[in-house]
Structure formats: structure tokens, C-alpha cells
């Protein structure tokens, strides 16, 4: 009888070390104890999803009163909301700043972090983004470079993945993202890399969780110190609607204009100047607004805006730099 119980107690030792890899992982949020019970501790994303909730990134899911949940949701696909979020609150931008500053357009609860991508102009979102829409692996890479303000240039563009084209909207933040080791594409069982991104494909809250501390430790948090730099734009006179570009970038950031007019961009730069709209590199948001050639120092492009909105740009030649005309 007692080599019996001796027996049962061993196996019930054996059970307890997977009992404790089962169980959810312990956060602390806003000083409180939190546990995601559908994050296992043996997850491979459990420590990047530990790590995003105990520096303030995310939260995991809340109740109608407000509550958290205990859940986290890591194979649910993320929304363009939930991304924007992550996105901002791990480049360390000050949301509520910018909403005192420049109004999103959204009734949201991402309203907030909207006024942020406005004022920094971040590719992917702009009027006419639903929010709620589950996004796609593409436009969290594009969200992320903005955010992070990631350099996007000297990507080999078609030699990394089979998948990925300059003809692929976002690119260039693809290849940026994977260049510095924030996203890797897909593998094979035995973690060998296949060649393929997915573009088009939905991305999970779990690798968006992984994203995020990645970008962090290769980036740091360059939204920190930043401030909305919000100008007004006056009239129909053309010289008070002027953009500048300088080695420095766009300035202003950002320009209110009326519907019908002109807005002239300007070459200060000692590098060459490509105007166009977002996103990089399709120039698709606003059909037209692209200068379709590079402009040397000195030379200007202009754009009479008709259409009322919010209109990203960027340098075609150095897609980091952007500004946005917002025309009322």
C-alpha cells in the first residue's frame, strides 16, 4: 500500500511542472495582478506578451464596465485599431497630447492614437480607415516604420521574400521591418525561413505583441519626445501655402488649406525631392497628387487640392519623411 502511494505522489509530481507551463502567465497591470489565462507560460509569445502588458503596450481585453477580462486573445486577428494602438504606445508617443492638438475625424476609441498617425503622418491610416477592420500584415508593417520613424531606404526589394514585389503596397516597410530583424516572414517546422511574408494575409495580437518588443529594443521609443506641430495654412494666395523640404524633411508637417487651393513644394534640400501621396509606393490615396519626377534643389511642384480630407505625402526618394495637407 505505501509503495502505492509513493507512486501516485511521483506521478502527481511529474503532472505538476505541466500543470504550472499550462497555466496563463502573470502580469501586472497598472499595479494590479492580471492573469491571461489563455496565454500559457510555454507559449512562444508569452514573454514579448508579458513584457508589452507590464511597460503599458497593451492590456488585453476589457468588459462592458471597463473590466479586464483575464484574456488576451493572441491567435484573434488584430484591427487596424488595435495595431495603431500598439504601435503608438510602444514608440512612446503622448496620445492624449495630440488629440488636445489635432482632432482624429473618428468617434472611436482608437481616437486618440488617430490624432497621433495624423499628426506624424503614418501610412495606412487616413478618413476613410475602418478601424475595426482586421489588418493585414502589410499595413501593420507600414503602421510600424511610421510610428517607429524606421528609415526605409536601401531595401532589395523581390531577394528576401517570393512573395513581396515593388509592386506590394508597403514594400518598402516590409523589407525594412525584416532588414533589422522586427519581422522575419514564414518558416518551416523546423524554424528554417520559407521565403514567403504573406502580405495579404491577417496578422494575430500574438505576433503584434512580438512585433512591438522587437521594435522597441532595435529602435527605442522615437515618439517620446515628439509634440503635434500643427500649422495653418491661410487664403487662396499661393505663397502662403508653401511646403518646404529640407535634409531635415517636410516643413510644415502639417498644412490646413481650403478646397480649390494650391499648394507649392519646394526643394531646399541638398538631395532630391519626389512629391507624392501616400502610401509608398503606390500613390494611390489621392490620384494625381504626385510629381512624377524628382525635383532638383530649388525646383517646386504644385497641387491644387479639390477634394476635402486628410492627404498623406512623402518623399518617394526617402519615404521616412512625410507631411500631411489636411483640406477643409
Given at each position: 500500500?505505501r ?9 502527481f ?6 500543470a ?5 502567465i ?16 510555454s ?32 491567435s ?5 485599431g ?7 504606445e ?80 508597403f ?9 533589422d530583424?522586427v ?44 509634440v ?9 494666395e ?83 519623411f ?7
Amino acid at each position: 500500500m505505501r509503495n502505492r502511494f509513493l507512486s501516485i505522489l511521483s506521478a502527481f509530481a511529474l503532472l505538476i511542472p505541466l500543470a504550472v507551463q499550462a497555466m496563463g502567465i502573470q502580469v501586472i497591470i497598472d499595479g494590479k495582478t492580471v492573469i491571461f489565462v489563455d496565454v500559457p507560460q510555454s507559449a512562444w509569445f508569452a514573454t514579448h506578451v508579458r513584457t508589452a502588458a507590464e511597460a503599458g503596450i497593451v492590456s488585453g481585453y476589457k468588459d462592458s464596465r471597463g473590466m479586464l477580462t483575464g484574456k488576451f486573445g493572441p491567435s484573434n486577428d488584430i484591427t487596424i485599431g488595435e495595431a495603431l494602438k500598439i504601435a503608438v504606445e510602444g514608440a512612446g508617443y503622448d496620445e492624449d497630447l495630440y488629440a488636445s492638438k489635432i482632432q482624429s475625424g473618428f468617434q472611436h476609441w482608437a481616437s486618440p492614437y488617430v490624432s497621433v498617425a495624423k499628426g506624424e503622418a503614418f501610412l495606412v491610416i487616413n478618413p476613410r480607415t475602418r478601424l475595426d477592420k482586421a489588418a493585414l500584415r502589410s499595413e501593420v508593417a507600414a503602421i510600424f516604420t511610421s510610428a517607429f520613424l524606421v528609415n526605409t531606404e536601401n531595401g532589395e526589394l523581390g531577394t528576401r521574400y517570393g512573395d513581396v514585389s515593388a509592386s506590394t503596397e508597403f514594400a518598402t516597410a516590409i523589407e525594412a521591418l525584416s532588414r533589422d530583424g522586427v519581422v522575419s516572414g514564414d518558416t518551416d517546422i523546423d524554424g528554417q525561413a520559407v521565403g514567403t511574408f504573406r502580405p495579404s494575409d491577417n496578422i494575430n495580437r500574438a505576433e503584434v505583441a512580438k512585433m512591438v518588443i522587437l521594435a522597441r529594443a532595435t529602435y527605442g521609443t522615437p515618439g517620446k519626445d515628439r509634440v503635434p506641430s500643427e500649422e495653418q495654412g491661410g487664403g487662396t494666395e499661393n505663397e502662403l501655402n508653401i511646403v518646404t523640404y529640407t535634409d531635415e524633411g517636410f516643413s510644415p508637417l502639417i498644412l490646413r488649406v481650403k478646397k480649390g487651393d494650391t499648394v507649392t513644394f519646394k526643394n531646399t534640400s541638398t538631395t532630391g525631392l519626389w512629391v507624392a501621396s501616400n502610401p509608398h509606393p503606390a500613390h494611390t490615396a489621392l490620384l494625381g497628387f504626385d510629381a512624377d519626377r524628382t525635383l532638383i534643389n530649388g525646383e517646386t511642384y504644385m497641387y491644387t487640392f479639390t477634394q476635402i480630407g486628410s492627404w498623406g505625402f512623402h518623399n518617394h526618394l526617402n519615404a521616412r519623411f512625410q507631411g500631411t495637407i489636411v483640406v477643409e
